[in-house]
């Protein structure tokens, strides 16, 4: 994904994030402290221009949770226990008995391929591809904004908006550690273990395409009841080995790359369920309602 688009679609919904973040518990023409909701009076039938002041404190705003949500991450082996520590080591351990075995995986793969099950795998590799999960995440952003009274309408959103917020930081990272790894393609007929470092971005290690999928997988199944979590897993599960079955990537590489992605969908859907993790205050403007009014909630975290 080139850079540019993902700045716009950042910048397109952060707006939502941060008008919508702390609306619920708030009433009209409310002005209570329990409410967190501190609004001008006025007759509520005006609504309130958004002017452009106000659009980049609430893109400050959205940024600072974000940047507050890679602090998170980028700390989170800070914060292993024991458990944590055994689950990373079995994963990297079934990571690395995988690289052993990886070509003869391949070609059990390759030798079994038929029309059918190629134009299969092409059909979830589409679904796969980062301009469909983002443009997927997009519009059911828009669809529970456009519900948003309504509590189905925003879970919807405040769902994808933390969808979003995962792809785009398994897109970094995935594309980081493709670069620093640089593990030849199977189509490059280089071998399991031809590795370069710094030379291109488009090589085998980790799966995008997996780490997406289970990144967004966590996510809606962290945020909604069966048969969701089923459908989202299965779904991330077949796009993941329709890398291997069109020789894009190694068993190895799709393994790492869903526990990557699976790891970040978890770990941000905690930290959104969880908001007073991180310490310090934040301060956030925010729309009560659809029709007037201003909203401001000070968050103090200790």
Request: charged share 15%.
């Amino acid at each position: 994904m080139r850079p540019f688009k993902v700045h716009l679609i950042a910048a397109t919904v952060s707006w939502l994030y941060a008008s919508h973040a702390h609306a619920e518990g708030c009433r009209s023409d409310c002005r209570h402290i329990e409410c967190g909701c501190v609004r001008s009076p006025g007759p509520t039938s005006t609504q309130t221009p958004i002017g452009l002041d106000r659009v980049i404190n609430e893109l400050g705003t959205a940024g600072h949770e974000v940047v507050s949500d890679a602090k998170y991450l980028l700390t989170s082996p800070l914060r292993m226990d024991g458990k944590s520590v055994l689950i990373a080591g079995g994963v990297a351990a079934a990571v690395g008995g995988l690289m052993a075995t990886d070509k003869p995986i391949q070609q059990g793969f390759q030798e079994n391929r038929t029309t059918a099950t190629n134009d299969i795998a092409r059909s979830l590799e589409t679904i796969g591809f980062a301009r469909t999960v983002l443009g997927a995440n997009v519009a059911l952003i828009g669809a529970g904004w456009l519900f948003r009274e309504h509590e189905e309408g925003n879970r919807l959103m405040r769902t994808a908006l933390v969808s979003l917020e995962s792809q785009l930081f398994v897109e970094g990272i995935v594309g980081v550690t493709k670069l620093g790894i640089g593990r030849a393609r199977p189509t490059g007929e280089e071998g399991a273990h031809s590795f370069s470092p710094f030379d291109s971005f488009d090589t085998s290690f980790p799966s995008a395409h997996a780490a997406r999928s289970f990144a967004v997988a966590a996510v809606f199944a962290e945020s909604y009841p069966q048969p969701v979590p089923f459908l989202a897993y299965t779904t991330a599960t077949l796009i993941a080995l329709s890398r291997i079955q069109l020789n894009e990537h190694f068993a190895s590489d799709v393994l790492a790359g869903a526990a990557l992605g699976f790891f970040i969908g978890k770990a941000l859907s905690w930290r959104h369920k969880n908001p007073d993790f991180l310490h310090g205050v934040n301060i956030m403007p925010f729309v009560p309602t659809a029709h007037s009014g201003l909203g401001l909630t000070i968050t103090g975290r200790f």
